[in-house]
């Protein structure tokens, strides 16, 4: 059947005002399998693999005060092949979810209520809210691992069928944090946790073959709230930022963020299988950094690009959607640590304001040329539209996804035989609210400025999202052939 409704999950949702329940954000409860879909253009022959992307899209009445980051995870994949396409999506099946299935009603609060609202006890860093999976998304030894933010069990599901293979069995106690960082070269994963216990934030590593190989301890000064990392091809970069809960108010369990302009920033460089007492700490301008985008060697030095905050104080309710006031004015920045001198340097590559950029991922923690940053609509968690970099010559290009057209973060396909960097395709997920449809909308990286090579229409209006992959075919095949 070209298009199939596999499962409606049973939602308590009622019509609300909420603005991140509503409009693009509107949730979905359906589940499809599509094939066959109407294609406007043509999907080239020559891009194979899954782009996968998660969302949290709430599924019951929130107890109290709804934050945007609290929804289910719901992940949706458009798999490439041969000039074809295919559509899926499911609900991460995670206790919480299936708790509240059962219960066919909400049982824990949010991220912006009182955790004591929660009617049974939560998961990870905060531990009074739950671990919806619904955060970020890597494809890792051949099967899709889906992460929450505030570090919870990560969850397996299968990058073609979305079979689920429920938590990663060597997640350790802590938990893992949102944004797992795959190097597509060893085929290994490397991870953090943090927490409101001492030594408050771990580092690990997981081979290709989904066995963990190292694990250790990265003491910090108190509880922090970390939410990226990145990697070279020999060292890990942890971050500790002068943003977190309030450490007198945490001893009462109230969860209230604070900004400490007297503080600097920190980044851990440590091996990537080295020992705590290898951590080499360099301190920066005072930020907070909600994602990088890549890091690698460059003589002595480590050169890490990402998003630098230029004002990391939350804001009033008013000034901003709850969930973006710390992401106001995000800008494209390179931090230099130097191994020998063990200086910082720090240099702005654009003063407009990005966020959520990709690269091709075959050249992780490797260095590289071209970045693909999400343009976001003003005021709103809501993506307009892509910039691509090329950080040699410093040249950008704009693209627009159009108008009240709202995107996600994309992800790179590299072209199959391509070999240049950016020879390849960008796929993202469009939804369209005047047409009222989402699509799945395909670039080619080397011209944005022509317009879409195709657009998949999806059998469902889907609500924006977060975080998004590209994984190759190839890789994937491989990865589940040596299981
Ligand atoms: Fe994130």
Redesign the pocket.
């Known amino acids: 059947m070209p298009i199939e409704l596999i499962n409606r999950v049973s939602a308590s949702l009622r019509p609300n005002d909420h603005p991140y329940m509503n409009g693009a954000w509107t949730p979905t409860h359906e589940e499809f399998n599509a094939t066959d879909l109407e294609v406007i253009g043509e999907i080239p022959r020559d891009i194979d693999g899954v782009y996968v992307r998660n969302t949290e899209n709430p599924v019951h009445d929130p107890i109290g005060r709804y934050h945007p980051f609290d929804g289910d995870g719901l992940i949706h994949v458009m798999s490439f092949r041969d000039g074809k396409a295919e559509y899926r999506n499911r609900f991460v099946r995670t206790k919480g979810f299936q708790a509240e299935q059962e219960a066919g009603r909400a049982l824990w609060a949010g991220l912006a209520e009182n955790p004591a609202k929660s009617e049974r006890p939560g998961w990870g860093a905060h531990g009074g809210i739950k671990d919806s999976s619904s955060?970020?998304v890597v494809v890792h030894a051949g099967q899709i691992l889906s992460t929450f933010?505030q570090c919870g069990e990560g969850y397996r599901l299968d990058p073609y069928t979305l079979e689920q293979h429920g938590t990663e069995s060597w997640t350790p106690i802590d938990g893992v944090s949102?944004?797992t960082k795959v190097d597509e070269a060893t085929g290994e994963l490397l991870f953090f946790n943090y927490s409101t216990h001492a030594p408050y934030m771990h580092y690990g590593v997981v081979g290709a073959d989904n066995r963990l190989k190292h694990y250790i301890p990265v003491p910090l000064p108190g509880p922090r709230l970390p939410?990226?990392m990145a990697f070279t091809e020999n060292f890990a970069i942890l971050c500790d930022f002068p943003l977190f809960w309030d450490p007198e108010l945490l001893e009462k369990n109230m969860h209230v963020v604070r900004y400490r302009r007297d503080l600097r920033s920190r980044f851990a460089i440590v091996p990537r299988y080295g020992q705590p007492e290898e951590i080499r700490w360099f301190e920066a301008d005072p930020t907070f950094v909600?994602?990088f985008l890549n890091a690698y060697e460059e003589g002595d030095e480590v050169v890490l690009d990402g998003y630098f905050e230029e004002d990391p104080e939350p804001k009033s309710s008013n000034s901003a959607p709850p969930g973006y006031e710390r992401m106001i004015r995000p800008k494209l920045h390179r931090w230099r640590f130097n191994l020998t001198t063990g200086q910082t340097r720090e240099e702005r590559l654009d003063d407009r304001i990005l966020e959520?950029g990709i690269i091709n991922n075959q050249f992780g923690g490797r260095k590289y040329r071209y970045a693909y940053s999400a343009i976001n609509e003003p005021g709103w968690f809501l993506f307009n539209g892509m910039m691509k970099h090329d950080l040699e010559t410093r040249e950008s290009w704009a693209v627009s996804f159009g108008d009240e057209r709202f995107g996600s973060e994309a992800g790179f396909a590299p072209r199959v035989g391509g070999v240049d960097e950016d020879d390849g395709y960008l796929v993202t997920f469009v939804t369209d609210m005047k047409a009222d449809r989402s699509e799945c909308v395909v670039y080619d990286a080397r011209d944005l400025a022509v317009g879409p090579v195709c657009r998949i229409i999806l059998p469902h209006r889907i609500s924006s999202g977060?975080?998004a992959t590209w994984a190759q075919g190839e890789a994937i095949r491989a990865a589940q052939a040596s299981r």
């Open positions: 955060t970020d933010y949102a944004h939410h990226d909600l994602h959520f977060t975080h």
